[in-house]
């Protein structure tokens, strides 16, 4: 008898331990086992034991849209024959809408170590009279404003909404397109109208489809599945559902006789410009603004073009980044692009700016197009040299008019005039027969003489002041090398000057950031090609050879 009671004591204890084991004890029920397609169907897994875990609701997407997911914590106690049994668990309430039609499988659902059972579920279509009074309640309506697009063109897609009564629930989202860009146009339109003698309110919204590659895609029918009625205490909330019809597109490939070198199709383009020039005719270093502005209609910022302006003989050219702008409208998405070059004469004669062109793709009218800014022929002035600080003011006085000359004055400046004559071809004479004959004379080597003082450029170099030392190098490269007409044509002789003049002509004219120019790299350059230049030469200065007097 005492063995006994032992042996049912360990049986006891041992299923107590299981009971209170990590394994859990889970279990899945639904709702219904036959639903539409429109309808939300209830899946609840109950997990008991003290560590649940997490369902793994993976293999139920296959068939299903998860649409929502909440867990709750429960627990409950029994009495039994006196004694008190306390039992925990975690419901997991999924809510699942069914991807297609016919018969269906909620598939095993792994939590833990453990597996829940397979369910079966039937999917049926909603039958004609339910649609006819759903149609009564709401209704969906879908649009596109034309059934093929070529690439990378635009497709407007709306879908509207109509509801009679209070409607609750979410509202679908954009269409999911592989290869294609959706855009939402603007912001919901809520608006009401009559249909058939009943009045509807409705929610519209509106995308802009961009396909990226030829071929069709498929806009899928719109679903629309909520509840209508407000709720409350004492009034029922019934379940309502809608579905538009689908599309099929057809994305055409870029015509073949597109002359364009970037493929810029569009329902309307067009383009302007403005060139600004300095007050009066522009000479060498001054700047000259070209601004283009285009604007596009049933176009992505993306696809606005790229100007790229060659640089004309006798300029240079740089180009800013462009400033790009994208809004929408009634007609779609809309870009807006300007874009501004500085142009730097760097030679005196005539500037020809070039005319541009831009090919784009009418697709309203399904032909190309060509936008076309005129060129220009501009007149540049040779550079003004910059005043000589150190150059003096010499002051003359004119002679009075009408006072006639003394004649004793007159008579005086002869005789002296003569005497110095006089006293000169002695000492002239004189100097000869000093010389000892067959003596060569020393000569006498005068230095160059210029008229530029590189203390200035250097001066400016050292200080960091761009627009003086641009001045004095204009007047350097005229002093030192006159037969170049521009210091880009001076450039090709002496290379090591190209890129310190690039960053001064860049910080003065492209219209840069504003960071500080170093004239540091710019006089390194000078005064290596001052090193590099040859000396002048000055022929030497000699004295008639001496007269041998007989």
Not at 425 to 441: D, I, M, N, T
Request: charged share 20%.
């Amino acid at each position: 008898m005492f063995k006994r009671f032992i042996h049912l004591s360990v049986c006891s204890w041992l299923l107590s331990m299981v009971s209170h084991g990590v394994q859990a004890n889970v279990t899945a029920t639904i709702d219904r086992n036959q639903i539409t397609e429109f309808d939300l169907l209830t899946l609840t897994l109950r997990v008991t034991g003290d560590e649940p875990g997490t369902p793994d609701l993976t293999p139920v997407e296959r068939d299903f849209e998860i649409v929502g997911q909440q867990s709750q914590q429960n627990s409950s106690i029994s009495i039994i024959n006196g004694q008190q049994t306390r039992r925990s668990y975690v419901d997991h309430v999924v809510t699942l809408r069914p991807k297609q039609l016919g018969n269906l499988m909620i598939p095993p659902i792994t939590v833990g170590t453990e597996r829940t059972d397979a369910i079966a579920i039937s999917v049926v279509a909603q039958s004609k009279a339910v649609r006819e009074r759903m149609q009564q309640i709401l209704f969906f309506e879908t649009l596109v404003d034309r059934s093929s697009v070529y690439v990378q063109g635009q497709l407007i897609y709306t879908v509207r909404l109509y509801y009679a009564d209070s409607i609750s629930g979410d509202f679908p989202a954009p269409p999911e397109l592989e290869s294609s860009i959706v855009e939402i146009l603007e912001d919901e339109k809520r608006f009401e109208t009559i249909v058939n003698n009943r009045r509807y309110y409705v929610l519209e919204k509106q995308y802009a489809i961009f396909p990226q590659q030829s071929g069709t895609i498929e806009l899928k029918p719109e679903t629309f599945i909520g509840t209508r009625g407000r709720g409350g205490l004492f009034s029922s909330r019934e379940r309502v559902s809608a579905v538009s019809e689908g599309h099929r597109i057809t994305v055409k490939p870029q015509p073949t006789t597109f002359s364009g070198r970037s493929w810029l199709p569009a329902s309307a383009f067009s383009g302007e410009q403005e060139i600004n020039l300095p007050d009066g005719l522009p000479k060498v270093g001054d700047p000259i603004n070209r601004v283009i502005k285009l604007r596009g209609i049933g176009i992505s910022e993306s696809l606005m073009p790229e100007i790229s302006l060659l640089e004309p003989p006798g300029a240079r050219v740089y180009v800013d980044q462009p400033v790009t702008d994208e809004f929408s409208d009634a007609r779609g998405l809309s870009a807006e692009s300007s874009i501004t070059a500085g142009i730097v004469p760097t030679e005196p004669g005539e500037l020809i700016l070039e005319e541009i062109r831009i090919p784009w793709w009418n697709t309203e009218r399904d032909r190309e197009e060509v936008i076309i800014l005129p060129g220009r022929s501009i007149k540049v002035l040779p550079a003004a040299l910059e005043a000589n600080p150190f150059a003096q003011t010499v002051e003359t006085v004119p002679a009075s008019v009408g006072a006639a000359p003394d004649e004793s004055l007159l008579l005086q400046l002869r005789i002296w005039q003569g005497l110095s004559l006089f006293l000169g071809l002695g000492w002239l004479f004189y100097f000869a027969a000093k010389r000892e004959p067959g003596q060569p004379e020393k000569s006498v080597t005068t230095a160059p003489t210029s008229g530029f003082e590189l203390g200035r450029l250097k001066k400016a170099c050292q200080t960091n002041q761009p627009e003086g030392a641009l001045a004095s190098l204009r007047e350097w490269q005229k002093d030192r090398f006159p037969s170049q007409l521009s210091l880009a044509q001076l450039t090709t002789q002496f290379p090591v000057l190209a890129a310190p003049l690039n960053q001064l002509e860049l910080h003065l004219y492209g219209q840069s950031s504003g960071s500080t120019w170093q004239g540091d790299a710019l006089l390194s350059a000078v005064m290596t090609i001052e090193s590099q230049r040859p000396a002048s030469k000055t022929p030497s200065s000699r004295l008639a050879p001496a007269l041998n007097p007989g």
